[in-house]
């Protein structure tokens, strides 16, 4: 089929991990279905640098990431920011309220419990932004 991209695209938590370890099989699979001509793509929430650090090689198994809920896409070596990343204030009013956040390319992530603390000091900064939930 000229002009069509086979490819398999698969979540991260709960599908390729349990309790936050990889499933063996599950990347067997993977590796099973590059090996066929498929391209493997990894799609996940998690912030890019926090899922390399957490699963060291992971992201080399895939043919693409899309992570950060779809913020960032990165082929080999090439990431790109496929939204304008969370103003550098708001991690600031954060910080200031002594919420943590933890800083992506693009997103700020955080515990959904501070989410009243977010929209707040968002709105008194004038920020255009959303809050997407994903896990905790």
Do not use: K
């Amino acid at each position: 089929m000229a002009g069509f991209l086979r490819a398999v695209a698969l979540d991260l938590d709960g599908t390729l991990t349990d309790h936050d370890e990889l499933s063996l099989p599950a990347l067997a699979a993977v590796d099973d279905l590059r090996e066929d001509g498929l391209a493997a793509l990894l799609s996940t929430g998690r912030i890019l640098n926090e899922l390399e650090h957490a699963y060291p090689g992971l992201v080399g198994r895939f043919d693409a990431v899309v992570a950060e809920n779809g913020a960032v896409l990165a082929v080999e070596d090439d990431v790109r920011e496929l939204a304008a990343p969370v103003e550098e204030s708001l991690a600031g009013a954060l910080a200031d309220r002594g919420v943590p956040c933890r800083r992506g390319r693009v997103l700020l992530a955080g515990d959904a419990a501070d989410a009243p603390t977010v929209v707040g000091a968002a709105g008194l900064l004038g920020l255009d932004c959303q809050i997407v939930r994903n896990r905790n």
